[in-house]
């Protein structure tokens, strides 16, 4: 069975949303495109996958963005190749190498899950939330910002029950941010 990743940017006051200053240098960059590489499948919910296909997309031209610095683009193409999937009861159709989800949002993760592969990677707020509750997620990885946002969506906020969770990793990065990777002894 191929285990389900959480992993997120977060301020030390738990804030989540990408607006709240927590943009990767080139350093935290190559963190998440090694993370990107580590899955083979991402699992997104509708309002995250329509951000990072916003940002993230490879354009028709096939020239990546002006914006776009070099040491983006390997997160930029790892990111644009792997399958994902989208839950979503709002959308009608998904391109950029996707596939909708429907039904029970718990019974397809599970099938995700048993399909062979390397890994599954969870992104965003509310569909994380939804999976946690169902005892999902099988490692947690939280890149903690520098930075007290104030405001916004929190990580994992509205989870009914405790969690406990074992630390399996550590690493500091020369922004002050600092990965802590966890693992779940009752994911499945």
Known sequence: MRPLRY???VTLDGCVHHEAGVAPDEELM?????????????LYGRT???MMESAWRRPESGVWPDWMDEWEVPFADALDRIPKYVVSRTLDAVDWNAELVRGDVGEAVRALKEQPGEGLSVGGVTLPLTLAERGLIDEY???????IAGHGPRLLDGLSERTRLELVERREFASGAVATRYRSPGGS
């Open 7 to 9: 992993a997120i940017n």
């Open 30 to 42: 190559g963190f998440w495109t090694a993370e990107m590489q580590r899955a083979d499948t991402v």
């Open 48 to 50: 995250t996958y329509q």
């Open 141 to 147: 990885t939280f890149v903690v910002h520098p930075i």
